[in-house]
């Protein structure tokens, strides 16, 4: 209906207001990501998109080249099946004498402690900097600025029948999950969040999530 084509017209002008605006802030990240360790400026992944299909989603690049993506898959199977909580992420794998992370301090589809990651790519997370290039997704179609977050295919052979309803509109850079408290909430609440939003979308919710995003990532800073 026209609310599809209102909402992407609102996306289309905040994508290339974005990365107009930003732009000097792009390359300077990209120089930077350059500087401190080898490999590509973009991290480029397979994700899952409305109605299931696959699209390659782009971030800066926050790990080094030869990582390792077992951990994160780990996690995540875990998360979804409901036998890790946010609460109970202390037990994670750790060095000897490494002291346990704060389990209100690991995100949602985070790996504690995580040695994969470089000295950019940690400060870049800490500001979700990480993200910017997604608004290119959002220009080529695959995403929104707003929407649930786009899942990695092997999250998906996880996924109860209900959870899959998630994928009935666009993912987004940013969402009500995100916004909500991301690192105290299990996957199951954050699943109930996206139906929400996908059953009560307006264009003033997704204003209201824009305006609450980066207070959520000062929070989050601050916690």
Do not use: C
Request: net charge positive.
């Amino acid at each position: 209906g026209p609310n599809r084509y209102i909402k992407r017209a609102f996306d289309v002008t905040l994508a290339l207001l974005a990365l107009i605006l930003l732009g000097p802030l792009l390359l300077l990240i990209a120089v930077l990501i350059k500087l401190d360790s080898r490999g590509p400026i973009l991290f480029r992944q397979e994700r899952v998109g409305m109605d299931g299909r696959l699209f390659t989603l782009y971030k800066f690049r926050t790990m080094r080249a030869d990582a390792d993506e077992q951990p994160h898959r780990a996690v995540m199977t875990q998360l979804i099946r409901g036998s890790l909580r946010m609460a109970s992420a202390t037990t994670a794998p750790r060095a000897e004498g490494e002291r346990p992370p704060d389990a209100r301090r690991v995100l949602y589809g985070k790996v504690p402690n995580d040695r994969r990651i470089t000295r950019i790519g940690r400060w870049l997370r800490r500001w979700s900097l990480d993200e910017l290039p997604q608004f290119i997704n959002v220009l080529k179609g695959e995403m929104s600025v707003v929407g649930p977050r786009p899942p990695i295919p092997y999250e998906v052979e996880h996924y109860s029948s209900w959870h899959r309803k998630r994928l009935e509109v666009k993912p987004g850079i940013t969402g009500l999950w995100q916004v909500s408290g991301r690192n105290r909430l299990p996957f199951e609440r954050m699943v109930e969040l996206d139906l929400y939003y996908i059953e009560h979308w307006s264009l003033w919710l997704d204003v209201k999530i824009l305006l609450q995003t980066l207070p959520a990532i000062l929070r989050r800073e601050t916690e």
